[in-house]
């Protein structure tokens, strides 16, 4: 996700191109040449610091009114010291950033010799100079040449760091496992030593770059949960979702805690992730905090480990893998209509790997809405909503003739070519529904500097910029090289605010003698869990040890009868609806119409952005799309994804967004491999197959809330009379008010009485 860390410097690695790698940095002056523009003030001297990296050589100066200057080395002309602390690198490019710390289009000067002079200040010129010296020399080399040197380089560099042990926040602690790996968050890799104690997670960068803490740690006991993930299609992740421990747990939980809500992790090897998870699970310790806010005559105390922890961590990281038989729970629940179309679609994504921390595999959500010209949006009209049969390439005819023609073409070709030919597989779409493209397409207001790190320091043209939605629209439905569809922030207000949850009136709907709330439960922890959100108690659960857990023998139910859930923090990181609004004026350019880039340019039936949000989130939880929301999950997550199914349902894409599509382990040639995962990142990755067959519908569709409280957070009981979807927290399990007149009640498909009656069979 968006890191929520406020850096104290402007550089971050966000600024090197693809590939780069950060490999030290030095206190430093710089002597700025009179003819590059940027020092105002013409001072002799600059103060800052000199950093170096693979591909280049970074000068950030003290004064944020100076831009940081990136000198490449493939375009140094000479490279030479001075003194003992001082050498002079000359230049035919020089590109500035970051000037006044603003995230504005990057300033290349090309084609004009310059001479810059650092001294180091505290440092000895030796220091600098040799590996200055190895990093240009290797930027001349052929590339393969150059790519092999310099992975030997990274994983000789890696492989050298030691864990701090002095970093530890208690002297009792015990090093239990210790690696190398990396941190992922969106467009950024950072290398590092992964560290497990018997009592905390500790990451320690190789880089202390923010100049903030050369340590990143949590508790383990406030560890909710550890996910398997893959990266770059790659069975290389893992995932730590964690909680921020309320005062009352502060207290008996020293150290500091992550400054997220999740960590992505990737490792060298699947095995090494496996040894890490194991290191990590081993401990007694690991989600004590979680269940230390259940009752202590439940659970124990805190300060005395219990077993029961460990059944609701294995819980949460099954549930979050689609393991142990929880997607069928979680699909019967939504189907009851216990769980809202937002969040199944949410626990769907995190199911199939999809994360906040990649923007390869960004959580994908699908376009409802199709009506952005008219003055008022009826939700009680199908004809506004788009086609959930079909995906985004199938909405107009025209277009999916050209498609259906080009998959027809190749297909016949790849008939004629023999087997050492070099034909890809037939496809219909050239590019895919969620990349990490799109994703910056809609987000390039929320985050400026990763648009710039994506488009190599340019936002893109005025007119391929997200303008509108009705833009938006049209282009996906009539370009043949646009068939995105839309992401969870579009239904969200980002920041998930801290409201009771209470369970009213459960009736107890039953499969056979089982009720579902403990499935509810296990939705809720989850869902929530990835998104750190604070929940109070939840009353009145009347799971009487009958709960569907309970038929699952190789775990008991983890959540008491009392009915009370782990509070969590907001997530921070999401940006609201200002992805929508133009809040830092950054200078987008001007349209062909003449018309700035400006905010966003809000349909006629949206008053303000967070109105759009509203009556987008309305119109997620309306009948048309939960009668219908099953096709589109068959498209994306179901069985339509691959296979015969796919060609049929005009869903098939380039081979490598697939998983399974390659086989990394048996390629041999570096350069290939690093090519084939620019590749699969660029395409974007389709989520993991979670259903084989035919996705069953919704039963209950309730009415579709009220957007002017779709995103309130009172009580439950009046939000239940509305919608189980009118609110971002799960109204897990809760009925409808027994005052509740039959023209509120959800509707209830395929016989039997109505959510609030019990038997559903």
Known sequence: ?????????????????????????????????????????????????????????????????????????????????????????????????????????????????????????????????PLAQEQLVISRLPTLERLVLQDAARRS??????????RLVEFSEVLMWEGPAVQLSPLIREPGRLAVTDQRVYFQPLHNISGDTPVRSHPLAAVAALVRRRSSLQPVGLELFMINPSLELKQQLTGPVWDAPSAFLTFRSEADREAARAALAAQPTLGMAVSSLMPTSTLGNLNQPQHPHSQQ????????????????????????????????????????????????????????VKDYKNAVLDLGNDSVFRDLKK????????????????????????????????????????????????VMFWLVRAAPGHMLRLQAGKFDAPDRLFNSLQDSWDSATSSTTDVKELIPEFYMLGMLRPAPLRMTQLHGLKTGQKALCCTAFATAYVVLAAF???????????????????????????????????????????????????????????????????????PPWATTPENLLAKHRAALEAPYVSANLHHWIDLIFGYKQTGPAAVEADNVFYHLTYEGAVDTSKITGLQELKALETQINEFGQT??????????????????????????????????????GSSTHLLAAAGPPASSSSSSKPRLKGGGEDAAGGSIC
């Open 391 to 438: 995906p985004m390439g199938a909405q107009t005819e025209d277009r999916l003739r050209i498609f259906r023609q080009r998959y027809h073409d190749m297909e016949s070709i790849a008939q004629h070519t023999d087997a050492a030919g070099d034909m890809p597989k037939p496809f219909m779409y050239g590019t895919h529904y969620s990349t990490p493209g799109y």
């Open 157 to 166: 560099r890696e492989d050298a760091a030691q864990f701090d042990s002095s």
């Open 687 to 724: 989520p993991k197959q979670l259903f084989s067959h035919l996705h069953p519908p919704r039963l209950v569709q309730p009415p579709a809330p009220d957007p002017a409280t779709v995103f309130s957070y009172g009580d439950t009981q009046q939000a239940a009379a509305t919608s189980t």
């Open 313 to 368: 961590l294995v819980a949460a990281g099954q549930l979050l893998e689609a393991a142990g038989g929880w997607l069928q729970r979680v699909m019967m629940a939504w189907q009851l209509g216990k769980v809202s179309n937002f969040d199944y679609l949410l626990y769907l994504n995190l199911a199939a790997g999809r994360s906040f921390n990649d923007l390869a595999q960004w959580p994908v959500f699908p376009w409802v």
């Open 532 to 602: 750190n959100d604070p929940m109070a108690k939840v009353t009145n659960c009347y799971c009487h040890q009958q709960c569907c857990l309970h038929d699952a023998p190789m775990l008991a139910c983890p959540w008491p009868t009392t009915g009370q859930l782990p509070p969590y923090m907001s997530l921070l990181s999401m940006p609201g609806a200002d992805f929508l609004v133009n809040g830092s004026q950054l200078a987008f350019g001007m349209r062909q119409n003449g018309k700035p880039v400006n905010d966003v340019v809000l």
């Open 1 to 129: 996700m968006f890191s929520r860390r406020k850096l104290g410097k402007r550089f971050s690695l966000l600024l090197l191109e693809d590939e780069e790698d950060y490999v030290a940095d030095w206190v430093a002056s710089c002597k700025w040449p009179s003819s590059v523009a940027g020092n105002w003030q013409n001072l002799g001297s600059l103060p800052g610091r000199l950093r170096l990296c693979t591909k280049s050589i970074f000068f950030e100066p003290e004064d944020v009114r100076i831009p940081i200057v990136r000198l490449e080395f493939a375009s140094v002309l000479h490279l030479e010291a001075d003194s003992m602390q001082s050498c002079t690198v000359g230049v035919n490019k020089v590109t500035k950033m970051k000037a006044n710390m603003a995230d504005a289009p990057y300033v290349v000067e090309r084609n004009k010799s310059s001479s810059w002079g650092f001294t180091l200040t505290y440092a000895r010129l030796d220091s600098f100079m």
